[in-house]
């Protein structure tokens, strides 16, 4: 019993009491099953922040630490491990927030099927707790795949016109990554007798070639599931096409367990491997950037737009994280929640839109300000802080990570050249281009379509789910000390692991 | 008495074969599919009987040196078992099978070979199991008559099946005159002491490599599994691609292991590029097929190729990912081909294309076939995939890294049809999808086991991982 | 005395010849014939090994003996497909026997 209790136990597996009583329903019993989930999701909340009123934001290790042994036979060391420390408490965090908000968000929108999917998005927000919380590479993986079900799910059977083709490729890129990590966490396994991950990062001592090989085999899983370009192909697909809840929860988290994997292991396993290949990294994540701008501004469809501005946004924070120093790899993780909660509302807020006017194209909006203004209002600042609009969350982020980069970028820094950060920096710019242009296009100048004119704004049900985010845009945007200080200690402790990078910190 | 109680499982399939056909004789018609109950007692009553009786001792050498009672043996007559019990299963109520004496005990005979090539320490007796495991294999591919198709699946099955035996025979006989016995414990000794030239040698290894090259269905001895797979009842079909299968890696792994240790490296080399290549070939194929058995077929030729990569490893880790993998393939592939059947049965059709909508008629059945479908294409947390990881990491530790990238690039591909046949049951619609779809409790039972017999291999590993290891404790 | 080698390349040869049938005629009669002689080459093999080198020890005759009971048992099952096919379709040829592809 005191295992279940465990605080990490109950944060990840809670969503699976949810998952059991919805089994007990109907597909027709719709509202029950919304009521079911959305309770569940919130309960899962609340547990999460019950868990940040005990964390110790002064500590860097990991906290709350579960560790039982799983399978120990014949010289295999795996273990049932689960922890907490400042790189993961804020992506924990945003996923059992985003997760209640994106059920809350599909009480309209998907009428069929509806405990099913209340059934998958649970299983999802488990697979994804898990994945932050695993301190153990097996059990990791176990939960990095399992994600993977419930998404292809809600994709495909919710999903737009092009669903099958869009879930197929989205679980089968992904798939073709995690496996070659799958390679790499067996060989750590085998050749240094366990797969638990402190210990591991206790022990180093891989040879620097090994290293390389190693990176590159988890690279590829997290790279795709980024995206980092050029391995972004599945995104725009797999957005377009999900439904709204869905792209959110996609957006939100799916992508930061790329990012994070980065942090998390990538650069303390391979501490050597990882500041060889920083400028590689950086110069992807640079190409990422002006990429994602570029594509993004010459869309016509609003979500795909959006979906282009994530590779740009991710390829900001690949770039913080292989800054290899403080100000990078905090601001990166700051900008995962930032992106989660812009872009997420983002999908909300186009969510809205399709469910009124069923079309998500340019051309078929125009003027939308005089007619629904609030809900032009809310856009508005949400674009402003998806461009990183000093004040909001965005710029917060941003800013720290081009500071990492320019410190990075240093004569003997990691980076080896400032470039990268200039270069990020025009990013920044152009971000604004496209993202004012699609404001624009969609609700300034004069109505042109007819069904415009008689859009409803915003309702309670859909206020309730907007406003929270708008709540986290400014209070990150304008105090975002509070968050820098849980991040904080747990990076420095991590920056610390990477020796030469160190070094150039002190420059 | 202990080499009695050994062969306490074999005594009792003959004893169920016997009753099987003369109860045969006495039923009248209406009453035939009494049949499928007593062959299903009779096997869950072997399995039983084993477990709690047959289980390796301090004494390993039994009947002379012809028979071995060890773990090998042990965990793999429960597999055969297991896998004729379900096999009965899913054949109650197939046209021209389900309600005939004789097939039910062809399939004891069968398993009774079976059991016997577990255990098997001689080349006389290996020779032997392997005939008395395939002759009724022939015979019941071919079994419906009526089917143009299974008459020809029989037929193919023989034609090629006595072809590569007579080939290995030949290597037995080349590996007998040169090593000087047929024992195969006896022979490693011989041939440990130089007395067998290089020449001759790697000729019987060759050989012999045909012949049980045939029963896994390894390149390029697979042409025959998609034309038997498809055209031999469905429920036949899912014991040749399981226990048939699994006795062959039987009889692969101890020979090769226990006969050959001194020419380990270059058998270890051919296994391993056989491997890689039976693999791909057969989940490239496998890509292209419409028809669900087919490509169940080619899937289960990729199947082969992981395993074969556990074997390739020889290593302690290598048998145990070999048995483990069997263990959880054995389950998945015999859902598989459980939902085949059931289905054919319901709808006259095997083509992936009409699954489409499944879920709407059977949600539970669909869910079950997400889940084989998701553990033959190794998603965790299922069996399937905790065997994948051990093979894959069997190769790693043997220093064939190679051979683990093109296992793990094969597997993406492999999810691609598996995912195939999940988006046509899940995602597709047809006409008259709202008709619900009636399940035999004794199947659906079945199926359920299965299921959940997977998901406890892939969530608990620990029991079925030290039973593979004690499996390997014999050869290492 | 003849020596050992001989009856080797006899068994060798009948072997081949017995390859060649099975992989290159078409009627299915006839690639059973061609099995026969495989295993025929087997058991000169297993006979000379026997009589040359153990024959203090029978089990190259056993073996033999067993191997004709397989060949007899694999006859009877092959020559009753074979005539369940050819109910059905009037020929024995392989060629003609597809509904399904190779």
């Not at chain 2, 090998?72 to 055969?80: D, G, P, Q, W």
């Not at chain 2, 199947?303 to 054995?330: E, F, N, P, R, T």
Request: charged share 10%; with cysteine.
């Amino acid at each position: 019993m005191d295992f279940i209790l465990e605080p990490l136990n109950l944060v990840t597996f809670f969503p699976l009491v949810g998952v059991l009583l919805l089994l007990l329903l109907k597909n027709e019993q719709k509202k029950i099953a919304r009521w079911v989930a959305l309770v569940t999701a919130l309960v899962t909340f609340g547990i999460s922040l019950w868990v940040l009123s005990m964390f110790d934001a002064s500590n860097p290790g990991l906290q709350f630490m579960i560790e039982e042994d799983w399978i120990q036979v014949a010289g295999w060391k795996i273990k049932y491990a689960l922890g907490m420390d400042g790189i993961s408490i804020l992506l924990v965090l945003l996923t059992t927030f985003l997760t209640p908000i994106a059920i809350l968000s599909t009480w309209k929108a998907i009428d069929e099927k509806v405990r099913d999917f209340q059934l998958f998005f649970l299983l999802l927000e488990m697979g994804m707790l898990g994945v932050f919380l695993a301190q153990d590479l097996f059990l990791f993986y176990v939960f990095w795949e399992f994600t993977l079900v419930p998404m292809y799910f809600l994709i495909g059977i919710w999903g737009g016109e092009k669903r099958m083709y869009a879930a197929i490729k989205f679980f089968l890129y992904t798939m073709a990554g995690s496996i070659l990590m799958l390679l790499a966490i067996l060989w750590l396994g085998i050749r240094q007798g366990t797969f638990f991950l402190p210990e591991l990062i206790a022990k180093g001592g891989i040879p620097a070639d090994v290293q390389f090989w190693l990176f590159l085999a988890f690279a590829a899983a997290f790279a795709i599931k980024v995206p980092m370009w050029p391995l972004h192909s599945w995104l725009p697909d797999a957005h377009v096409q999900a439904p709204t809840a869905g792209s959110v929860i996609l957006a939100g988290v799916l992508l930061k367990m790329g990012t994070y994997g980065f942090v998390r292991f990538n650069l303390p396993l391979f501490p050597e491997a990882a500041v060889q290949l920083a400028p590689t990294m950086a110069l992807l994540a640079v190409i990422g950037i002006l990429y994602g701008a570029a594509v993004s501004y010459s869309q016509t469809d609003v979500k795909k737009l959006v979906a282009y501005s994530s590779v740009s946004h991710l390829g900001f924070v690949i770039l913080g994280i292989f800054a290899l120093n403080e100000q990078g790899i905090a601001g990166g993780i700051l900008q995962m929640v930032n992106h989660g909660i812009s872009t997420g509302a983002l999908f909300l807020l186009i969510g809205f839109i399709y469910e009124r006017r069923h079309t998500r194209d340019f051309d078929q909006f125009g003027g939308l300000w005089k007619v629904v203004p609030v809900y032009a209002v809310i856009t508005l600042i949400v674009s402003l802080s998806s461009m990183g609009l000093p004040g909001l969350n965005g710029f917060v982020g941003e800013f720290a990570i081009l500071l990492g980069a320019w410190g990075a970028g240093t004569a003997g820094g990691p980076l080896g050249t400032p470039l990268f950060a200039a270069f990020a920096a025009a990013g920044v710019i152009l971000a604004a281009v496209y993202i004012l242009f699609m404001f624009q296009k969609m609700f300034l100048g004069p109505i042109t379509v007819e069904e415009n004119k008689n859009i409803k704004d915003l309702n309670w049900r859909e206020l309730l789910v907007i406003v929270p985010l708008l709540v986290f845009i400014f209070w990150i945007g304008l105090y975002p000390k509070p968050f820098f200080d849980l991040i904080g200690p747990s990076v420095s402790h991590l920056v610390e692991m990477l020796p030469t990078a160190v070094s150039t910190v002190l420059h | 008495m202990v080499d009695y109680l050994a062969i306490l499982p074999e005594i009792a399939l003959l004893v169920l074969a016997a009753i099987l056909l003369l109860v045969d004789i006495r039923l009248k018609e209406e009453g035939k599919d009494t049949l499928n109950w007593i062959a299903l007692f009779g096997l869950v009553i072997t399995f039983v009987l084993t477990i709690l009786l047959a289980q390796p001792g301090e004494e390993e050498v039994i009947w002379g040196g012809m028979l071995r009672h060890d773990w090998m043996a042990f965990v793999f007559r429960l597999v055969f078992i297991a896998g004729a019990a379900f096999t009965v299963v899913f054949s109650r109520g197939w046209e021209a099978i389900g309600d005939r004496g004789e097939f039910y005990g062809l399939l004891v005979l069968s398993t009774l070979g079976m059991t016997l090539m577990g255990a098997a320490g001689d080349l006389v007796m290996l020779l032997l199991a392997i005939e008395t495991a395939s002759i009724p294999l022939y015979i019941m591919a071919g079994f419906s008559t009526k089917d143009g198709k299974s008459a020809e699946a029989g037929f193919k099955y023989l034609l090629f099946g006595a072809m590569t035996s007579a080939v290995m025979m030949y290597g037995f006989s080349l590996l007998f005159g040169f090593g000087g016995t047929t024992d195969i414990y006896a022979l490693a000794d011989a041939i440990a002491a130089g007395n067998v030239p290089t020449l001759p040698l790697m000729t019987s290894i060759i050989l012999v490599l045909v012949g049980f090259g045939f029963k896994i269905s390894m390149f390029p001895f697979h042409f025959w599994s998609p034309d038997v797979y498809e055209g031999a009842p469905t429920p036949v079909t899912g014991f040749l691609s399981t226990a048939s299968k699994a006795a062959g890696f039987a009889v692969l792994v101890r020979v090769m292991l226990v006969a050959f240790p001194s020419v380990t490296v270059e058998w270890q080399t051919l296994l391993a590029i056989l491997s890689a290549i039976t693999m791909t070939v057969g989940n490239l194929v496998a890509l292209r097929q419409t028809n669900i058995k087919r490509m169940l077929a080619y899937s289960s030729i990729g199947h082969a190729g992981y395993i074969l990569m556990g074997v390739a490893a020889a290593s302690s880790l290598g048998v145990i990912s070999v048995v483990y993998y069997i263990a959880a393939y054995l389950l998945t592939n015999l859902a598989a081909f459980g939902f085949v059947a059931i289905y054919y049965k319901q709808t006259g059709s095997d083509e992936i294309e009409d699954y489409a909508g499944f879920s709407r008629r059977s949600p539970g059945l669909a869910f079950a076939m997400l889940f084989t479908f998701l553990s033959l294409g190794g998603i965790p947390p299922l069996g399937g995939f905790f065997g994948k990881l051990l093979v894959f990491s069997a190769a790693i530790q043997a220093d064939m890294v190679w051979l683990a990238v093109v296992g793990v690039l094969n597997a993406v591909i492999a999810l691609y049809y598996y995912l195939t046949v999940i988006k046509f049951v899940y995602l597709r619609r047809q006409e008259g999808d709202e008709v619900p779809f009636p399940v035999a409790k004794s199947q659906s039972l079945a199926i359920i086991i299965c299921v959940l017999g997977v998901t406890f291999l892939g969530v608990i590993m620990a029991p079925m991982f030290e039973l593979a290891q004690k499996v390997a404790s014999s050869f290492f | 005395m003849i020596p050992l080698s001989n009856y080797l390349i006899v068994a060798a040869g009948l072997f081949s010849i017995g390859l060649y049938a099975v992989l290159a005629r078409k009627n299915a009669i006839m690639i059973l014939m061609g099995i026969e002689l495989m295993l025929n080459a087997v058991n000169i093999n297993l006979v000379a090994f026997w009589r040359y080198l153990t024959p203090e020890n029978v089990s190259g005759q056993v073996f033999a003996a067993m191997v004709f009971v397989v060949a007899a048992a694999e006859v009877a099952v092959g020559i009753a497909l074979i005539m369940t096919v050819y109910r059905r379709r009037d020929t024995v040829s392989a060629d003609e026997i597809n509904l399904m592809k190779w």
